[in-house]
């Protein structure tokens, strides 16, 4: 039998259903709303196996806010009702065959990766349902991202179009020009543009720091910044050998009646 796995990015699925809700926030409109969205991800992709990984709740920040103490500083925290009513929207999605895994000192996104790539990396498919551009570095012919809310793929054409590299030099495009909305620096005075430019160049950030060639317009911005460039990339880079904890049949998808 084939494998095609599907991989909920919950948070991102729950958080945009539940801001999306008219009037008075209601967690189980929300869950009933989430629901829906599940039916047709499911109908449309046809998974053998699926699950919803879920980031934890505590209040420690993970080992990227030690390489850069500012990641994620000042993002909006999640609603308290949605907290309060996770468990309800988990037992509803439980209700459709649809198990959660919960995220235990790491990202959310490094789960998601590291159970991704293990499976795609055995020629099986895989798809991430997500609007997170940050799984984009995964990409290959056995994994695709989904962005379910605007009903695209996240694929190759797609990352050339919107930041101008490779879907494998992300990290690297994201270690240069940094992303605001994360905290993540980068090299001040080098932005989107000088990115695409540099890795045009030269294949990743590794080299470009090391290159004797550099042009003086950069030299002098990357010879100063070099180690927040460093930091700024592996913060970007998705962990991909987490210990699972749990095998493929555990996931199975089974239709409930």
């Known amino acids: 039998m084939s494998i095609h796995l599907v991989v909920i990015d919950a948070l991102n699925l729950i958080r945009r259903v539940h801001a999306a809700q008219p009037g008075e926030p209601d967690v189980h409109n929300t869950a009933r709303v989430c629901c829906q969205a599940l039916g047709k ?6 998974p053998s196996h699926i699950v ?12 990227r806010a030690e390489l850069l103490p500012h990641y994620k500083e000042g993002r909006k925290p999640m609603p308290p009702e949605l907290v309060e009513g996770m468990e309800t929207i988990q037992d509803a999605f439980m209700g459709m065959g649809v198990d959660s895994l919960l995220s235990d000192g790491d990202e959310a996104d490094d789960l998601v990766a ?15 349902i997500s609007t997170d551009k940050g799984y984009c570095q995964l990409l290959r012919p056995t994994l695709r991202v989904r962005d379910y809310f605007q009903q695209r793929w996240l ?72 180690d927040l460039a ?6 970007s880079t998705l962990k991909t050998d987490l210990q699972l904890g749990f095998n ?3 996931i199975r998808y089974r239709p409930q009646s």
């Open 41 to 46: 991800i499911i109908k449309s992709s046809i």
């Open 155 to 226: 694929d190759s054409p797609f990352v050339e179009k919107e930041y101008g590299v490779k879907p494998e030099q992300l990290p690297d495009y994201w270690g240069l020009a940094g992303i605001s909305s994360s905290k993540i620096p980068g090299i001040p005075g080098i932005g989107p543009k000088a990115a695409v430019e540099l890795l045009s160049l030269y294949p990743d950030l590794e080299t470009i720091i090391t290159v004797g060639d550099l042009q003086p317009k950069w030299k002098k911005k990357v010879d100063e910044h070099h």
């Open 230 to 235: 460093i930091a700024s990339k592996q913060v």
């Open 248 to 250: 493929l049949q555990d």
């Open 52 to 63: 919803a990984v879920f980031d934890h709740h505590s209040d420690d920040r993970g080992w």
């Open 114 to 128: 590291t159970l991704a790539l293990k499976v795609a990396d055995r020629g099986e498919q895989v798809t991430i």
